[in-house]
C-alpha cells in the first residue's frame, strides 16, 4: 500500500507558476502521474513519469508549459507549472501506478491516488 500526500497548490495569476509536490510513503520506482478534474469536466491525465529510465508522457495541453519529474529516492513526485491559463484551474491529483506508464492517460491504470490539491488560475 502506498499513500500520497500532494501540496503546492493555490492560486495565481495567469501567466504566473507553480510547483506541486506529491510525497510517496515508501519509495516507488514505477509509473507515477498528474491527474487534474475540474468542475463540470471528466478527470484528466496531465504527465507521467516512469522512474525507470526517467521517461514521460504529457498531454497536448500542457506540452511546453509544465514538467513532471521525481527525486532521486523516489519519494517526491513534483509538476512544475508554468505559464498558466485560467483553463488549468482544477483539483490536481497524483497517482502511482504498479505497471511500466503502459496507459498513463487512462485513471483506472493506476492504484494509489491522493487527495488532491487545488489550482485556481485567473484572468
Known amino acids: 500500500q502506498v499513500q500520497l500526500v500532494e501540496s503546492g497548490g493555490g492560486s495565481v495569476e495567469a501567466g504566473g507558476s507553480l510547483r506541486l509536490s506529491c510525497a510517496a510513503s515508501?519509495?516507488?520506482?514505477?509509473?507515477m502521474g498528474w491527474f487534474r478534474k475540474a468542475p463540470g469536466k471528466e478527470r484528466e491525465a496531465v504527465a507521467s513519469?516512469?522512474?525507470?529510465?526517467?521517461?514521460?508522457n504529457y498531454a497536448d495541453s500542457v506540452k511546453g508549459r509544465f514538467t513532471i519529474s521525481q527525486d532521486s529516492a523516489k519519494k517526491i513526485l513534483y509538476l512544475q507549472m508554468n505559464t498558466l491559463k485560467p483553463e488549468d484551474t482544477a483539483m490536481y491529483y497524483c497517482?502511482?501506478?504498479?505497471?511500466?506508464?503502459?496507459?498513463?492517460?487512462?485513471?483506472?491504470?493506476?492504484?494509489?491516488w491522493g487527495q488532491g490539491t487545488q489550482v485556481t488560475v485567473s484572468s
Open positions: 513519469i516512469y522512474s525507470p529510465g526517467g521517461r514521460t
Open positions: 515508501t519509495p516507488f520506482d514505477n509509473c
Open positions: 497517482a502511482a501506478d504498479l505497471s511500466p506508464c503502459g496507459s498513463w492517460y487512462e485513471d483506472i491504470a493506476y492504484n494509489y
